[in-house]
């Protein structure tokens, strides 16, 4: 036991959560077993919130401001590799980015609020569901999050492997990236391969698009703006002798600028036409906007840093670290509430825990207890802050 933390008990129900992983929207076994730890604590608790999404109240010993703060629930749709005790048991779905891991810090700050109260105000535990591309956070807002808790500030958590274990990073302003998907088709007659000059060629087209949309962010873009642009699949053609009739080319983009998404959606199309005008073929882009940038604010940020440093020591936080292009749904909640989301370290990439997104990744139990208090202290500050 630390500081009414039972780190043992979390870090079992951690790893019950990845032996069970669920995709986006289908978290139903994950939330049931976190709405049964919240009650076992004493704690009010809505459930449903955003399809699966569970909301847990901790009340003070009186009255005063709402903080909220946010865990994700789901998991991805990769192949568990390495072998280990708590290893998934769902083929082809594994929690390869530490969401069961965020879930298990959350509680942890959970229980420490709970059994002390020590606040004025109110706490709202957000665990959500389908932050993996499935938007969840927009359907909790949807569903009212907000405006049925009264939550007027949030904060959340990511860990981040590479980074040492039990770390923190923020920074103010943009720290996330904005992420939308590109999917283009290229149409033309086709035909048989000895006579290209009587079809248009789909395939040669797609491939001076791919190199074409290289020079959006190398030629095109302010050099001090990190952004990439993506092509991730082209599927064309089913046999040797045949220029195929159709290509499709899918793919991300992603930057930490607002003003350079607008950018890299206007030159994304008119790379698209001249292709298709310089190779004779159509070509139909459609580019779908996802997530856009999580943005801090700077207020908010430099609470994150102080409380940090209060937990783990200021050698231990970086209270401006770099942003990344990594993107996250927690930014539909900052751009309606002031808060922020901060790093904090996974430990070392390695064959037996790798990085986010991957087959080998395990998130690191021994930061738990960190990421639980400072995700307390954090709701504590911010509390006190806003009276």
């Known amino acids: 036991m630390l500081s009414g933390l039972d780190l043992a008990r979390l870090t079992r129900l951690r790893r019950d959560l990845h032996a069970h992983p669920e995709l986006a929207f289908g978290e139903h076994r994950t939330a049931g077993v976190i709405a049964a730890y919240l009650r076992r604590l004493g704690v009010e608790v809505t459930t449903g919130i955003g399809g699966t999404g569970v909301v847990g109240v901790v009340r003070g010993r009186s009255d005063g401001p709402t903080v909220g703060l946010r865990a994700d629930m789901d998991a991805l749709p990769i192949a568990e590799e390495p072998p280990r005790s708590h290893a998934s048991q769902v083929d082809g779905v594994m929690h390869a980015c530490g969401h069961d891991g965020h879930c298990a810090m959350l509680l942890g700050a959970v229980e420490i609020l709970s059994r002390t109260r020590d606040f004025a105000g109110t706490v709202i535990a957000v665990f959500q569901p389908a932050e993996e591309g499935g938007a969840g956070a927009p359907a909790m807002l949807a569903d009212g999050l907000l405006d049925r808790f009264g939550i007027q500030e949030i904060y959340g958590l990511h860990n981040i492997p590479g ?153 231990h936080v ?29 430990g070392p990439v390695s064959a037996q825990a790798g990085p986010v997104h991957h087959p080998a990744y395990d998130f690191n139990d021994d930061i738990i207890g960190p990421g639980a208090r400072f995700l307390a202290a954090i709701a504590r500050q911010a509390l006190a802050d806003l009276r």
Do not use: W
């Open 163 to 315: 980074m040492e274990a039990g770390d923190f990073g923020v920074r103010p302003g943009t720290q996330l990236a904005s992420f939308d998907d590109l999917d283009i088709v290229l149409r033309a007659p086709g035909g048989h391969a000895m006579a290209p000059h009587l079809a248009g060629d789909v395939i040669v087209a797609g491939s001076a698009l791919v190199t074409a949309l290289q020079t959006v962010v190398a030629r095109r873009l302010d050099p001090i703006v990190p952004a990439v642009v993506s092509i991730t699949q082209f599927t064309a053609g089913s046999t040797n002798n045949v220029i195929p009739p159709r290509a499709q080319l899918r793919g991300t983009a992603r930057c930490l600028s607002a003003d350079a998404r607008d950018e890299i959606e206007r030159l994304v199309g008119e790379i698209c036409a001249s292709i298709g005008t310089g190779y004779g073929v159509e070509v139909e882009l459609a580019y779908v906007r996802r997530y856009p940038c999580t943005v801090n604010a700077p207020a908010a940020a430099a609470r994150v840093a102080r409380v940090a440093a209060g937990v783990v020591g200021a050698e």
């Open 318 to 346: 970086d209270a401006d670290c770099d942003g990344i292009l990594a993107a996250e749904d927690f930014a539909f909640f900052l751009q309606k509430i002031p808060g922020a989301y901060a790093f904090i370290g996974n």
